[in-house]
């Protein structure tokens, strides 16, 4: 086409109406999108954005990074809490990157499926005219006639599995639609992963709780200490299951490396007996599509409280959380507001338990992870502890402003030894009567996940196909040497998938000519030589 | 023979390994410096050029041969000693030696050698990638002596599953892989650069490059050990899935390790597709598994011993 103006000016075009304009854009813009090029650069987009969610605290890891991210960065943190860069795998932006990229991969592995649908019921297409300009192509020379020699051929490629069509003088074989069905078998499984991992977020819910050696739960999120659940989860559709706690067991090697954690405990549907089964790390209950892990465990000093009236108060107990995994010292505190006589009267305990403690200077440290010589450091604390305040309180710490306030009072300190107690100034005593372990237990509820694991699976199983399999063409065809008046076949492949085809093709001419031979009624003297 | 002996003398075969390794390379050196300028400047190789270009034989006079030969078994000598720390690491502690991230390392360190063997042998022409791939992999193994090491030990709970065996050893495998791959195009850089300045009439050098293989061979290498690697590490992160499933109560948590395996995932899945896409072929693909290679040795090295995440257990404390 020319682009120089035309001698004379040929009439306006006619404007293409509105939509038609449209429906031309956006034909471009989708070539663009499903364009290869597009969709490498769009795996770039994914790969990089997923990398500040590497390196930033993220919520949906640990929400306290992300508070002490942001009160270490008053001014950077806001900013970038705007950006969603601490909830970058659920961002808008980060979703963008990826939905394009999944409609870029359906644009273009649906017209290639079709495209391949109908190549698989399509015979192999025509041998190009002239044969030797393909990259690996030869000639041999028979004695054989035309039509025998290529019966010879076409047997020969059938044993290797080639599909073989003949036309007049010429012969056109392939092989290898399995390596394009993997090539969309993959593709096709990712779009089927991204699914089965959206209908997880969507149905599916998990919640956590601390649970004290004797206690239990029921599968309740009001139950749970934290939970999350999917947008389209009704709390009438949890599953109705209650656990039972029995007994927690941790072991040591002789080194203090943890080498299992196991909970014995009882599940069942509520207000029947449960099944005991025991469950540990690695090892989690699965029933009905719900599971139950042991993601943690610690310990809960128990204490004991006389009044100076003589009231006593046993088993008061209550999770310590670990501070150190190594010697699992932890801290806590106990709120007994029911313990004094009247509303300013309350009692509370802040302090630190080590189960192997050691007291140097009067500092109590923990050696031993396993409780071999429980000690605790307590602070006692009298007054109000402002539970009824309507402002809610951390149950492993006490309100440090009304301890600020003046309306909860330190009145002693003490380190105590299982079975030591201590005198308060007005005459109450505080015991420590020993410990239990508690658990930390999580239900998780995925519909989705096994969709994935075989999406995973397909995926896997398409990349291999596409990745070791070769597509592979042969074409043949005889003509008679005007010079001998015997035959000479002419053969060509064309490799898609290898990079080292000639010296399979070499290979294969090899055999072909060995074959030739082979139904010649010669001396093997005379055998034809490859070309 | 008791533990504690094992592990000491896997603890000796380590540094016997280095100093075999050391040895190797300064026999590769020699095999460059003695053996004979290429007598053919190659073909540059364009689209669709033939293949010919890059069979074309290196010539070695018989001093760089007889080095050559030296440093092969130099190296594979290392690679026996390499395989036994692993081994007398494992029977000191009575489980798979990849517990820890000196052990992780270490046994990745000893796939891309293997990698390397098996390549020279059934290509003597790659034999010269020698230097390159054991330059860097005396190194690694140096720095994770003196950084990387952990005491024979017990493994922690979490650890104690048969996913250990099936999740890290393909990992490791999926690693060593990448890294031959990831050194390949590398080099595929630097000698695509020198075969251009060639083709536009610039008088060949003396130098190590003019002794590199040629680059579409180099490309070439690059792309099938990539080709070979790309599903094992798919399975490895799909076997990972699968444990943390059982471990940590969920099968994917963008934990830093799996942000990261995520990234090198798309990379090499970048890269694959680059290399058949015009326009991407050559230098810009050979760029995308340079930066697979840098995010593969990020995950191991930064994700480890930086951040705070699910697989830092790796016994850096």
């Known amino acids: 086409m020319s682009v120089e103006a035309p001698p004379r000016p040929a009439p306006p075009p006619a404007q293409p109406s509105a939509p038609r304009r449209v429906g031309a854009l956006l034909l471009h813009w989708w070539r663009r999108l499903t364009a290869m090029r597009t969709a490498i650069i769009l795996l770039f987009l994914l790969a990089l954005a997923a990398v500040p969610g590497s390196l930033l605290p993220q919520r949906a890891l640990s929400q306290n990074k992300v508070n002490t991210y942001l009160t270490d960065h008053p001014t950077l943190g806001p900013v970038l809490d705007r950006l969603y860069l601490f909830d970058v795998f659920t961002s808008p932006w980060f979703a963008a990157v990826y939905l394009l990229l999944f409609v870029s991969l359906i644009g273009c592995v649906l017209p290639r499926a079709l495209e391949h649908f109908r190549a698989m019921r399509a015979a192999p297409p025509p041998a190009p005219r002239h044969l030797l300009r393909l990259p690996d192509s030869g000639q041999l020379d028979t004695s054989l006639a035309g039509p025998q020699a290529l019966d010879v051929v076409e047997e020969e490629l059938r044993v290797r599995r080639f599909r073989v069509v003949r036309r007049e003088g010429e012969l056109s074989a392939e092989k290898g639609y399995l390596k394009e069905t993997g090539n969309l078998l993959f593709h096709l499984s990712l779009v089927a992963m991204l699914l089965g991992l959206a209908g997880g977020k969507l149905w599916g819910y998990e919640g956590s709780i601390l649970v004290t050696e004797g206690q239990g739960f029921c599968n309740a999120f009001q139950q749970y200490d934290t939970y999350s659940s999917g947008p389209l989860v009704k709390s009438s559709d949890l599953t109705p299951l209650c656990i039972d706690l029995d007994q927690f067991t941790a072991k040591y090697e002789q080194n203090l490396t943890a080498a299992s954690f196991t909970a014995d405990i009882r599940y069942g549907a509520p207000g029947k007996d449960g099944v005991p089964t025991t469950i540990g790390v690695n090892e989690p209950l699965r029933v009905d599509g719900d599971r139950v892990y042991v993601t943690g465990h610690g310990y809960s000093p128990t204490f004991s409280v006389t009044t100076a009236d003589g009231k006593k108060y046993d088993g008061l107990s209550v999770p310590f959380l670990p501070t150190n995994t190594q010697t699992m010292a932890s801290e806590g505190a106990l709120k007994l507001p029911d313990v004094g006589t009247a509303g300013d009267d309350q009692l509370a305990l802040q302090g630190f338990f080590a189960p192997t403690g050691v007291v140097q200077n009067k500092i109590l440290t923990s050696i031993d992870p396993r409780p071999l010589d429980p000690q605790v450091a307590i602070f006692i604390y009298q007054g109000y502890l402002g539970l009824d305040s309507g402002i809610p309180q951390s149950v492993y710490s006490l309100d440090q402003s009304q301890i600020d306030r003046g309306r909860l009072t330190k009145v002693a300190a003490a380190n105590l030894k299982v079975g030591q107690s201590t005198k308060l100034p007005d005459g109450t005593t505080v015991g420590f009567t020993g410990y239990k372990e508690f658990a930390s237990l999580q239900l998780s509820h995925d519909p989705g996940q096994v969709w994935v694991l075989w999406s995973a699976i397909s995926l896997l199983t398409g990349l291999l196909g596409m990745l070791l399999l070769r597509r592979e063409r042969v074409f043949a065809r005889v003509a008679t040497d005007p010079g001998s008046g015997g035959t000479v076949l002419t053969l060509a492949s064309l490799t898609r998938g290898s990079g080292e085809s000639a010296p399979r093709f070499a290979a294969l001419k090899d055999h072909l000519a060995d074959a030739l031979a082979d139904r010649t009624p010669h001396s093997p003297e005379d055998r034809p030589r490859a070309c | ?317």
Not at chain 2, 110 to 127: D, E, G, H, Q, S
Not at chain 2, 194 to 220: C, F
């Open chain 2, 1 to 317: 023979m008791p533990a504690d002996s094992l592990a000491a003398l896997s603890d000796s075969l380590f540094s016997i390994t280095v100093a075999l390794y050391s040895l190797a390379v300064v026999a590769f050196c020699a095999q460059l410096a003695f053996g004979r300028r290429p007598a053919r400047i190659p073909e540059l190789v364009g689209a669709g050029a033939p293949v010919a270009a890059t069979q074309e034989p290196v010539a070695d006079d018989r001093r760089g041969r007889r080095w050559g030969l030296v440093a092969m078994g130099l190296t594979i000598v290392g690679v026996l000693t390499h395989a036994g720390v692993l081994v007398t690491r494992g029977l000191a502690t009575d489980r798979l030696p990849w517990g820890n991230m000196y052990e992780f390392a270490t046994a990745t360190v000893l796939v891309a050698v293997v990698a390397y063997v098996v390549f020279a042998v059934r290509a003597p022409a790659l034999r010269h990638l020698g230097l390159f791939v054991l330059a860097p992999v005396v190194l690694a193994l140096v720095l994770i002596g003196l950084f990387l090491y952990a005491t024979a030990g017990p493994l922690v709970a979490a650890l104690r599953s048969y996913w250990l065996a099936i999740h890290v050893t393909t990992a490791i495998i999926g690693f060593g892989i990448f890294f031959v791959s990831g050194i390949a195009s590398i080099m595929y850089l630097v000698r695509s650069r020198y075969e251009a300045r060639i083709a536009d009439g610039e008088a060949p050098q003396t130098g190590v490059v003019a002794k590199l293989p040629a680059a579409a061979a180099l490309d070439r290498v690059a792309h099938r050990t990539a080709v070979f690697g790309f599903p094992i590490w798919t399975f490895a992160v799909i076997a990972g899935a699968i444990w943390a499933e059982a471990a940590w109560g969920r099968f994917w948590g963008w934990d830093p390790k799996e942000t990261w395996a995520f990234i090198a995932w798309v990379v090499y899945a970048g890269y694959l597709h680059a290399r058949t896409t015009a326009g991407w072929r050559g230098r810009p693909a050979a760029w995308v598994n340079t930066v697979g290679l840098v995010v593969m040795i990020f995950n191991l090295l930064f994700v480890n011993m930086v951040s705070t995440g699910l697989h830092s257990y790796a016994g850096l404390n």
